[in-house]
Each structure stands twice: as structure tokens, then as C-alpha cells.
């Protein structure tokens, strides 16, 4: 399997986090795996033949072009093929700017639009050829284009970027006061240009940083995240990693270091640019754990 990740155009950082590449990687995922929240939606065109569905007896294949859900619940995944896939990471005010996306959204609807679209059809077809770069280029031609139609950033999205910035530490009336807005005007326009509330929003990312960060580490101290995601106490982080997860901390840093000799692409991908080629699949694919 080949990984390669790349930064987006300087005028596409604050709205896309970057972009990667995946080629050859066998799916071959059981039943017990599951799709944990995380802060960005991914933008994935994909060329092979793969399935993927809740369990193994549920199964279908993968549209062209798929958005990702921003979800808070696990995502129970199985999935069977062979996949190639060039992924755009995007920040959720990003695929709102960029697509319309919103978090009431039904699913697949955008998924059948974005596949059967002229440019969603030509970086496919690229990707099927492997001309990656020429591919990666076609998308970011159009994302520029529907950057340069999107309004100005607004509050919501100002807020938004503050959200990600102190990890989900930073509340809601915190930012209104510094913003100048009344929470219930803030919470208006962060729903408008974000796509999702802006309370979702900070427990997806603070999770999402935990996450990351006892998968980097399985021997973080518990009392360490407390303290730096701003978790009132440790009953109160185990509480919300295990509303987000189904799972308790320590339970998620105790596969998390079973699994450490093997390759996690959550990890790779925000390692920043990089390839690399690996004759086995990693453990953790799109997200998985």
C-alpha cells in the first residue's frame, strides 16, 4: 500500500487541513471496527471496486465521490476490496463554504451529486489512472474556484477557528464576549456558516485530540488529559470519551498499545507531508479503531 500526504494551496489552508493519497490498500476490516468522531469531513474519490457497510452481510459498494459524515456517535464498518483513493481533509465551515454541507444533511444525498458532477467524474477517472498529481491538481482548481464564490469568513467561522485552536477547551459565551454578539446570535451564525453547532463542534474536537493523543502515547496519564483538554475532572473526560467512543479512556489506550507496532494512517496524515510504501496495510484505516 502507498500513503503520501500533501499541504493544500496557501489559499485553501483555512479551509482545507490537506490532502492524501492511498493506493492499493486492501479492505479487509472486521465486523468489531468502528469509525470514531473526528474534526475534519473527508472528501474521498475513489476508483476501485470496495464495499463497505455496518457488518459484513450488509455491504455496498462505495460511491465515486463521498463526504464523510460529521458524526458523534461510532460508526460500526466492515469493508471488502481494494481501494484507491485521493482524499481531500476539510474543515467542517470548509465543506460548508465549499459544498453546502450541513449536519442535518440526508445521507448520501451530496455523495450522488458530487459523483455524478463533471469534476467530481474527471479526478475519479484521473485516480483510476494513477495520475496523481494531475488529479490532485483538477480538485484543487475547483475547490480555488468555489473558494473564490464563498462570502468572507464570518463570525461563526472566527469562532469555529478558535474552537479548533484551544482543542474544544474555549466556550461558547467566552467567544460571543469577544466577538461582540449576544451566545443565542453566535450559536445563529456559527450554525449558518459552520454546518453544525458550535457546542458539537468543541466536544468532537476535544475528543478528537484525546483520541489523537493516546494513540500517539497508550501510556498518557489520564490526569495529564484532564488538565490540558480542560475536562473539569477525570470522571468528566471519562464520561464524554465514553459518550463519543462507547468506550472508557483507559479501555482505548489499552488497544491502542496492543496495536502500536502497526501503522496508523490517523497518525500518518497528520504527520504532515510524507510517503510511504508499506507491504502490509496499516491497522487503523480511514479512522478506524
Known amino acids: 500500500m502507498r500513503f503520501r500526504h500533501h499541504a493544500p494551496h496557501p489559499r485553501l489552508r483555512d479551509l482545507v487541513q490537506g490532502y492524501w493519497e492511498l ?7 472486521p465486523e468489531q471496527n468502528f469509525n470514531l468522531p ?9 476508483s476501485e471496486t470496495a464495499l463497505l457497510g455496518p457488518s459484513l452481510d450488509a455491504l455496498r459498494p462505495i460511491s465515486p465521490v463521498v463526504l464523510t459524515p460529521f458524526s458523534i456517535q461510532p460508526q460500526r464498518t466492515a469493508g471488502r ?3 484507491r483513493a485521493l482524499v481531500a481533509e476539510l474543515y ?9 454541507w450541513t449536519a442535518q444533511m440526508v445521507p448520501d444525498a451530496l455523495d450522488t451529486a458530487l459523483s ?13 489512472h494513477g495520475e496523481w498529481e494531475t488529479a490532485r491538481e483538477a480538485l484543487e482548481e475547483y475547490l480555488l474556484l468555489l473558494a ?14 478558535q474552537i479548533y485552536q484551544s482543542f474544544g477547551k474555549v466556550r461558547v459565551a467566552e467567544l460571543a464576549e469577544e466577538l461582540n454578539l449576544s451566545p443565542r446570535t453566535l450559536e445563529r451564525q456559527f450554525a449558518q456558516q459552520v454546518g453544525v453547532s458550535a457546542k458539537t463542534l468543541a466536544r468532537v474536537v476535544r475528543f478528537d485530540e484525546a483520541n489523537i493523543r493516546i494513540r500517539t502515547n497508550p501510556g498518557v496519564p ?6 490540558e483538554l480542560g475536562f473539569f475532572d477525570q470522571a468528566h473526560l471519562i ?32 504527520g504532515g507531508d510524507q510517503y510511504l510504501d508499506l507491504a502490509v496495510p496499516p491497522e487503523f484505516e480511514l479512522g478506524q479503531a
Open 38 to 46: 473526528e474534526r475534519t469531513l473527508r472528501l474521498m474519490f475513489s
Open 239 to 270: 464520561r464524554e470519551f465514553k459518550a463519543l467512543s462507547s468506550m472508557t479512556p483507559g479501555a482505548f489506550a489499552s488497544i491502542a498499545a496492543r496495536r502500536r507496532h502497526r501503522v496508523d494512517l490517523d497518525l500518518l496524515r497528520v
Open 148 to 161: 473564490d464564490q464563498s462570502s468572507e469568513p464570518g463570525a461563526g467561522v472566527q469562532a469555529a477557528r
Open 116 to 128: 455524478a458532477s463533471a469534476w467530481g467524474r474527471e479526478v475519479v477517472a484521473l485516480v483510476q
Open 23 to 29: 493506493e492499493d490498500m486492501l479492505l479487509a476490516w
Open 222 to 227: 489520564m490526569a495529564d488529559l484532564t488538565f
Open 81 to 83: 476490496g481494494r481501494l
Open 92 to 100: 467542517p465551515w470548509g465543506a460548508r463554504q465549499l459544498l453546502g
